[in-house]
């Protein structure tokens, strides 16, 4: 499948804090790039996305910025709490077919 | 019901059983995405149905693996002679339409381990 690097693996910050999770991708062709939070024993839940034709969407505490150019996109979580702390992943896509980053491991802590 | 829905939750099987996973996607979606996820990774493309053509199994890792959406509702993931290797969570997602913008939803996966 098509590389999908994701940093950090883990991530921990104080409640309040803002965090950033990056992810890099080699498909030009890509258009679609969504991020998905997993809570532990459920599948994962779209927070926000972003096409190809925007370089930046935000939504409340959370953005998402996007280089095409560079091929690299970024979560930002502003003030941070604690029902923050999940698993999240990048994805974007080929056509129909989607491809997930390995995961970042949040946790904010109190 | 309001989402997706997968059965069972929790599946064991001895090495060289076969194994069947239901997937009960939102009512009226059109498409519908089964991933395989290994612990501590994310979830990776098995195949794609728009309605009940399957319209790309690229994903799936060996003839195995097989899957149907005979009337375009329903779907089922069927794992012949299993391995260890199939150990994992296999996640089912459906969207409203056919487009790559539609928003995947996923159900809460069904855990497979394979002794």
Not at chain 1, 55 to 64: F, L, M, N, P, Y
Request: net charge neutral; proline share 5%; with cysteine.
């Amino acid at each position: 499948g098509e590389n999908v690097e994701q940093h950090p693996s883990t991530l921990s910050v104080q409640e309040g804090d803002s965090a950033v999770i990056k992810c890099t991708y080699s498909d030009s062709a890509s258009n679609y790039f969504p991020w998905y939070k997993q809570e532990l024993g459920k599948g994962p839940q779209l927070i926000i996305d972003i096409r190809s034709n925007v370089g930046e969407k935000k939504d409340q505490r959370i953005a998402v910025t996007l280089n095409k150019t560079a091929k690299h996109f970024s979560l930002h979580i502003t003030e941070t709490q604690p029902e923050d702390s999940a698993v999240y992943f990048c994805a974007h896509n080929t056509g129909n077919q989607f491809y997930f980053g390995t995961g970042t491991s949040l946790t904010v802590i109190p | 019901g309001a989402g997706v829905s997968q059965s069972p939750r929790y599946k064991v099987a001895k090495r060289g059983q076969d194994v069947a996973l239901r997937c009960d996607p939102i009512s009226g979606h059109v498409s519908l995405f089964w991933y395989q996820q290994a612990l501590g990774q994310g979830p990776e493309f098995l195949t794609y149905f728009q309605n009940e053509a399957q319209l790309d199994k690229s994903g799936l890792p060996s003839d195995r693996f097989f899957a149907e959406r005979p009337e375009g509702s329903v779907s089922t993931l069927k794992i012949q002679r299993t391995q260890k290797e199939d150990s994992a969570v296999y996640l089912c997602a459906s969207t409203i339409g056919g487009s790559s913008y539609n928003e995947q939803f996923f159900g809460p996966g069904t855990r497979l381990t394979v002794l």
